[in-house]
C-alpha cells in the first residue's frame, strides 16, 4: 500500500518522510532537494498485535506496513515555487492515499515560496494543482470516450456520463471523492485521479498538536480529516536516547505515542483495509491486510499460496476472545474459537490459522 507525499516546497515532506520510515532523506531548506521518488516503509502500529502477542508469550511480532513515497520536485513551476507539478504528479498516480502536508511552523530561516505561513491557503493552492491535473487527464480521456460513445461502443457509452460527472465536480471545485455516485468514484479512482485518493492533511506544526484553525474545516469540506505533528520537534525526538526523548516529550506535553505512529495509523485506516492477524501461539504473531470482503481462502493465500491451494478450513477467533482466554487451546474451550468455510468474510480483528493440505 502507497501513501503519496503532497504539499508545498518546504512544507517538511521529506522531514514527515524520514520521520515515519526512519530512512536517511536529504531535509534542507531549499526546494526540490529530492530528485528521485524515495520509497521506504512503515510499520502500522497495532496494539492489537501487541496484545495477541503478549497474552501467548509469542516473542516476534511483525506488524503491517505502509510504503511511503516521497516524491522528486519539479524545476518545471519552480519559480511560482509550487514544488510540483506535471510530470511529479504522474509519480503520485499509483499511490492508494495521499498524505498533504501542510506548512504550520513559524521557523523564518525556511523559506516560503511566498514569504507567509499560511496553511489554508497552501492547502487550497496544492488541492488546486492537483485538480487541475486531474481535470486535463479527465478533459483527455473524454476526448476518447466521446469518439468511442459516437462510434456506439459499449464500454464507452457507458463510461461517458460517469466521466462527465467528475468533470463536472472538478469544475465546480469539488475534488473527484466527492463525486457522489460510486460508479464515477470506480472510474476516478481507476484513472489514478489524485483528488479522488484518500487523503490526510498533515499540518506540520512548531509543537501544537491540533490542526491550525481552518484546516480541519478545509479538509472536512475535501472530505477529508486533518492531524496535527511538529515534524521538526518529532525528529529531534526520534534522535534522542529513549529515556531522554520520553522526558523531553513530557515537558513539552507531547502525549504518550509519538506522533509518527498517529499518522501511520491515521494513512492506514484511510485505506479502508481489513486487518486480521496469524498467531495462534509462538513463534510469530502477524497483522495481515486485505481488501474489505476477502474470503478466507484469498486471505490465506496472502499468507502463503499453499493455503489458499490446500485450503480445508480456517480456525477463527476474534482478537479479543484469543486475549481474554489467554491461548489458542482455551479458546477452542472456551468455544469463542469457531470454524469457517473458504467463502467465510474475514472480519476486522480476526485471528485465523488455516487447516491445509497440499
Ligand atoms: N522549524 C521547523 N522546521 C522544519 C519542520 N519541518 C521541516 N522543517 C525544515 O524545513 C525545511 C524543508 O523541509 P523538507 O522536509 O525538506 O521540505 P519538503 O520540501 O516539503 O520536502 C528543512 O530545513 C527542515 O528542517 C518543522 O516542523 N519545524
Ligand atoms: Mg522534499
Do not use: C
Amino acid at each position: 500500500m502507497d501513501l503519496g507525499l503532497v504539499g508545498r516546497a518546504n512544507a517538511g515532506k521529506t522531514a514527515l518522510f524520514a520521520l515515519v520510515t526512519g530512512a536517511d532523506a536529504e531535509i534542507a531548506p531549499y526546494p526540490f532537494t529530492t530528485r528521485e521518488p524515495a520509497r521506504a516503509m512503515a510499520d502500522v502500529p497495532d496494539p492489537r498485535l501487541q496484545a495477541i502477542a503478549d497474552a501467548q508469550d509469542i516473542p516476534r511480532r511483525v506488524p503491517a506496513q505502509v510504503q511511503l513515497v516521497d516524491i522528486a520536485g519539479l524545476a518545471a513551476g519552480a519559480g511560482q515555487g509550487e514544488g510540483l507539478g506535471g510530470a511529479a504528479l504522474g509519480q503520485l498516480r499509483q499511490a492508494d492515499a495521499l498524505l498533504h502536508v501542510v506548512r504550520a511552523f513559524a521557523n523564518a530561516e525556511v523559506p516560503h515560496p511566498e514569504e507567509r505561513v499560511d496553511p489554508v491557503a497552501d492547502a487550497e493552492a496544492v488541492d488546486l494543482e492537483l485538480a487541475i491535473a486531474d481535470r486535463e487527464q479527465v478533459e483527455r480521456r473524454l476526448d476518447k470516450v466521446r469518439k468511442g460513445a459516437r462510434a456506439g461502443e459499449k464500454g464507452a457509452v457507458a463510461e461517458l456520463p460517469a466521466l462527465e460527472r467528475i468533470a463536472e465536480a472538478l469544475d465546480a471545485g469539488r475534488p473527484a471523492r466527492l463525486v457522489g455516485d460510486d460508479d464515477a468514484l470506480a472510474i476516478a479512482l481507476d484513472m489514478g485521479l489524485l483528488t479522488a485518493k484518500p487523503v490526510l492533511y498533515i499540518a506540520n506544526t512548531d509543537d501544537q498538536l491540533e490542526p491550525p484553525e481552518g484546516l480541519a474545516a478545509h479538509a472536512a469540506a475535501q472530505g477529508a480529516q486533518a492531524l496535527a505533528l511538529p515534524v521538526g520537534t518529532e525528529l529531534e525526538l526520534a534522535g534522542m536516547d529513549p529515556e531522554e526523548a520520553a522526558e523531553f516529550a513530557r515537558e513539552m506535553e507531547l502525549g504518550e505515542t509519538r506522533g509518527a505512529d498517529a499518522v501511520v495509523a491515521g494513512a492506514y485506516r484511510l485505506l479502508d483495509l481489513v486487518t486480521f492477524f496469524t498467531g495462534s501461539g509462538p513463534p510469530e504473531a502477524r497483522a495481515w491486510p486485505i481488501t474489505r470482503g476477502t474470503a478466507a481462502a484469498q486471505a490465506a493465500g496472502k499468507i502463503h499460496s499453499d493455503l489458499e491451494r490446500g485450503f480445508i478450513r480456517a480456525e477463527v477467533v476474534g482478537w479479543e476472545d484469543l486475549v481474554a482466554a489467554g491461548s489458542w487451546s482455551r479458546a477452542r474451550e472456551a468455544a469463542t474459537l469457531r470454524m469457517e468455510g473458504k467463502d467465510y468474510i474475514v472480519q476486522e480483528g480476526d485471528v485465523i490459522q488455516v487447516r491445509f493440505n497440499v
